[in-house]
């Protein structure tokens, strides 16, 4: 059968609205005059929003632009991240309020205050000093969801270190490799993870990972599911010797408004992932005002969850820095959703009374394969809103969401970001926008997003091209990590004209001028929103002895958006592809990526189609791939390399 993409299933048919409840817009924390305030003045616009924050030196300018596209927001102004997601609601008298409700996979829990937080926060600042870490160094975070990665990534903000963290998925050679590229000083893992009801290793893979590694003097360990691990004396430090006994007071020192706050490394389109990087005033300006106005965050009323990673911008973003400047109070789920049953997010809704949810819409069409009857054995009705991330949304599952989870009556937001764009760009605004099912719809206040062509001139409403993002803003990635030049050819190029920021994604105005997003345009694929780079897979694949030449591309996918189809040359005829030697491939390429990256077809194939210049003709695949009907032949180099390899497909599947 063909699966038509989502985001096409969209276009063709989806013309609902859902206008705000009158009663929700009375209370809405953003007013429809926003957009006109931000367009009047745009710099004394995202000044206000800087206000959120305590500052203990103020700007003398909002942005520096001067040097573009490196930019430079709240120029001369100092404050200390962690002081802003901590110790000011401590120090306002809320330090008796819950920060995170954390609830393990096997059934533990955890509440945690603001005033404890700012004690273990101190208390591991003070603990990465003892060990020689200063301002500027990195520090490597590869944890699952315990609350000690979110006072990990706080300590190393409140001392100026950088953190990278590392999604707990990756393998040993992803880890390694970003370790070496950030030269990170320690790293910070866990003994191992719950992961459907079993204990995984976590060290063992981390060691592995570090035989050899220059730049690392410590492995601090936190302790979870009790294994044994193998331990390198002198340099492994388990977290609570070393984290428990320090001083829970740390005075924050006041930071530059530029200086480096993070580290995250994303997939380009080469198979060298990119380090992001973020800085502090700016970034967390907007990470704040996002929460705040595309949430609807209500401090001290509602209770928020965002169910992604760390590991992820996400969770940087959405459930460290935003949502902790806020003074949220939230839940943090350490495992997955259907461990031990599939209601478990709704178990988890009702115990804590969560309003605001935040998910992806690969689980949303999950848990819509899992049954509407399971949700609807919970009491879901404290939930107020809900949001949408990390690849388009079909209208099918959005509307499904609403009614399901939502029960007809909660906005939905769809927001549109990026790793590299720090926060939420586009978005509708709960309480003002009338919402369009499977739309990201409109910038968001002080943000300008613009659909352009080739040339780069803007479309008109009803027409598609590619999203470009036309201003500066204060969230945006500065760089990455010791590649300049990679930072301006990624995405300063394809515009350079216009001197516009090229997002990658393609998308399409309707009507009304809203946006709606398409996908990818460039060879990054997004597997259950996570973004995976074709190029990196195939070199996984090559890696392996027997494969002589591989190409890949991202299917349709109707669980996980896409879906990862591999075609493979194997060496020689001595090799058979048989299903064995498939699934052992499968399995090369998890280890040398991660899980997240095994294809979920590989095609033994004796020739690829390329063209003349020995281009891979990847679109001809994925014809292949989703099933459809070839497409333009006549720049292949042998036009019968097509045929072989769909009368294979059919054979294969
Ligand atoms: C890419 C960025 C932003 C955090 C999660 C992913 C796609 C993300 C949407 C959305 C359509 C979306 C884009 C983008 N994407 N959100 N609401 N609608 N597409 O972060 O790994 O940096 O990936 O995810 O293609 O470029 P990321």
Redesign the pocket.
């Known amino acids: 059968m063909t699966e038509q993409s989502p985001?096409l299933q969209n276009l063709l048919t989806e013309n609902r609205t859902f206008q705000p409840s009158e009663e929700f817009t009375q209370r809405a924390n953003a007013k429809a005059d926003l957009y006109d305030k931000a367009d009047s003045d745009r710099e004394a616009f995202w000044a206000e929003q800087a206000e959120r924050l305590h500052w203990d030196t103020k700007w003398s300018q909002v942005l520096d632009w001067s040097e573009a596209p490196f930019a430079k927001w709240f120029v001369g102004g100092k404050l200390n991240v962690a002081y802003n997601c901590v110790d000011r609601h401590v120090e306002a008298g809320y330090g008796d309020q819950v920060a995170i409700h954390w609830v393990g996979e096997p059934g533990d829990t955890r509440d945690i205050t603001y005033a404890q937080l700012k004690d273990e926060v101190c208390r591991a600042a003070n603990a990465l000093l003892s060990l020689g870490v200063t301002a500027h160094d990195r520090v490597a975070i590869q944890l699952q969801m315990v609350p000690e990665a979110i006072v990990a990534m706080l300590a190393c903000a409140r001392i100026g270190a950088l953190h990278s963290v590392v999604f707990g998925g990756f393998s040993p050679t992803a880890l390694r490799q970003r370790v070496d590229d950030a030269e990170a000083k320690v790293v910070i893992t866990s003994d191992g993870q719950y992961r459907r009801g079993k204990a995984a290793p976590m060290k063992a893979n981390v060691d592995e990972a570090l035989a050899g590694a220059e730049s690392v003097e410590k492995v601090i360990v936190v302790r979870r599911t009790g294994a044994e691990v193998p331990w390198t004396d002198g340099r492994d430090l388990w977290w609570h010797e070393l984290v428990d006994g320090q001083p829970a007071e740390h005075q924050p020192e006041a930071f530059d408004s530029e200086h480096p706050l993070y580290i995250l490394y994303?997939?380009g389109t080469t198979g060298k992932p990119k380090g992001?990087l973020h800085t502090s005033g700016g970034y967390l300006t907007q990470a704040s005002y996002t929460h705040h106005v595309a949430f609807d965050h209500k401090p001290g009323e509602d209770v928020y969850w965002c169910t992604?990673d760390i590991g992820?911008?996400?969770g940087h973003?959405y459930i460290v820095y935003g949502p902790l400047s806020n003074r949220v109070t939230q839940v943090v789920y350490e495992g997955t959703p259907n461990t031990p049953h599939e209601g478990r997010h709704w178990e988890i809704i009702q115990n804590y009374k969560v309003s605001i949810y935040y998910t992806?819409?690969t689980l949303i069409r999950t848990f819509m394969k899992w049954g509407d009857e399971i949700p609807a054995k919970y009491d879901l009705s404290s939930l107020r809103v809900l949001g949408?991330?990390?690849?388009?949304?079909n209208p099918e599952a959005w509307v499904w969401y609403r009614e399901h989870i939502g029960a007809g009556r909660t906005p939905v937001v769809?927001?549109?970001?990026?790793?590299?764009?720090g926060a939420?760009m586009?978005?509708p605004l709960p309480g003002v926008t009338a919402t369009k099912p499977g739309s990201?719809q409109r910038p968001l206040p002080g943000i300008s997003a613009k659909v352009v062509n080739d040339a780069g001139t803007e479309v008109p409403h009803g027409g598609g091209g590619y999203?470009v993002l036309d201003k500066p803003w204060p969230s945006m990635l500065r760089g990455i990590w010791g590649d300049n030049e990679r930072y301006q050819e990624t995405y300063w190029s394809r515009f350079a004209a216009q001197g516009f920021y090229f997002?990658?994604?393609g998308a399409k105005y309707d009507d009304d001028g809203d946006i709606w997003?398409?996908?990818?345009v460039d060879d990054?694929m997004?597997v259950s929103?996570?973004?995976i780079s074709t190029t990196e897979v195939e070199s996984a694949l090559v890696s392996h002895p027997t494969v002589a030449e591989a190409a890949v591309v991202g299917a349709s996918d109707p669980t996980t958006g896409q879906g990862i189809v591999a075609f493979v040359i194997l060496r020689g005829s001595a090799v058979d592809g048989g299903e064995e030697a498939v699934q052992e491939l499968r399995n090369h390429v998890a280890k040398e990526i991660g899980p997240i990256a095994k294809p979920r077809q590989i095609m033994v194939v004796s020739e690829l189609p390329k063209t003349r210049s020995g281009k891979i003709m990847r679109r001809l695949l994925r014809d292949v791939a989703e099933d459809r009907q070839i497409g333009d032949v006549t720049t292949l180099a042998d036009s019968s390399v097509m045929d072989l390899i769909s009368a294979g497909m059919k054979s294969g599947k």
């Open positions: 985001a994303t997939s992001i992604a992820w911008v996400t973003s992806a819409p949408s991330v990390g690849e388009p949304i769809d927001t549109w970001w990026q790793t590299e764009t939420i586009i978005s990201a999203l997002a990658g994604d997003l398409l996908g990818r990054v997004n929103g996570h973004r």
